[in-house]
């Protein structure tokens, strides 16, 4: 719905009003604009590389443990950095390894393949040891598959993080009790609900940010629905990504750290999941 150039832009302003985890990914075609905006604040003395926590992923038809270093330096070429700080496996599904990322039969349907998630690990963990990333996670596993690469003979580094969908209607409670258990921090997509992409996105969902509820607890606290729904997932200690082209929403979603929520607030906002998934995975199963 945006172009790479947007993307270029919002990066740029999101580091100047203080954002400093950038999250992107391979399928997200825009890694070149991304790099090119945080190449662009680190000339300028706004920040440091180090200041910077880039967050990408490995693409589902990259799971052969040989294509996953290979796979890892292109997204570095296209960003122009040296590392990335996390480099999580994108999906537990795979696709056929090869070059096409959705790569389809003469039906119009997936070919799916089966790698070994643990051997796939292992490759991660050899490019944290190349020193091409530092910290290597997953995104979209559930309790099992996590468990899959916990208990892997040989392990030699745990994933220090599962991104999730999580917002409101999702507040993914069991999954957080378990990550923490393991001593995995839980990151969140879609915490202000999500965008209306076809394809993508379940169109029959309610829109979150609408919620009566919601926007109640706002008024009361003076603040905007986003900036209450994120507020909430951060006070029970999950890291939140949100994703936005727009410059005063961009400014408004990071003024979240001044307030707090009352006990109250919270168990209206825990009173609210109903296990509603925006992003459908349907035809990846």
């Known amino acids: 719905q945006y172009t790479k150039e947007q993307a270029e832009e919002a990066v740029k302003l999101a580091i100047d009003v203080g954002y400093r985890l950038i999250d992107s990914a391979f399928i997200y075609a825009n890694e070149v604009q991304v790099g090119r905006a945080i190449n662009a604040k680190i000339a300028d003395g706004k920040v440091k590389r180090d200041d910077i926590h880039y967050t990408g992923k490995l693409w589902l038809n990259n799971h052969a443990p040989e294509r996953v270093r290979p796979a890892l330096e292109k997204s570095l070429k296209d960003l122009g950095l040296a590392y990335m700080d996390v480099f999580l496996i994108h999906t537990p599904v795979e696709f056929k390894p090869g070059d096409d990322p959705f790569p389809k039969d003469a039906n119009g349907k997936f070919i799916f393949h089966n790698t070994d998630i643990r051997d796939t690990w292992k490759a991660m963990e050899a490019c944290k040891d190349a020193g091409l990333v530092r910290s290597i996670g997953v995104s979209n596993f559930n309790q099992k598959q996590l468990e899959l690469i916990l208990t892997a003979p040989g392990l030699k580094y745990k994933p220090v993080c599962n991104q999730v969908e999580c917002h409101i209607y999702l507040n993914q409670a069991k999954m957080l009790e378990f990550c923490k258990s393991k001593d995995i921090v839980m990151v969140g997509y879609s915490v202000l609900g999500s965008s209306r992409a076809e394809g993508w ?4 969902t309610p829109q979150m940010l609408e919620d009566p509820v919601l926007n109640e607890i706002a008024k009361q606290n003076g603040r905007t629905a986003a900036q209450v729904a994120m507020r909430y997932l951060l006070q029970r200690g999950i890291v ?13 979603n990071f003024q979240v750290f001044d307030f707090e929520l009352s006990c109250e607030d919270m168990k209206k906002l825990d009173g609210l999941s109903k296990n509603v998934r925006y992003f459908s995975l349907d035809g990846y199963v």
Not at 201 to 204: G, K, L
Not at 240 to 252: G, L, N, V
């Open 240 to 252: 939140i990504i949100a994703k936005s082209f727009t410059p005063e929403r961009i400014k408004q």
């Open 201 to 204: 996105v379940n169109q029959n």
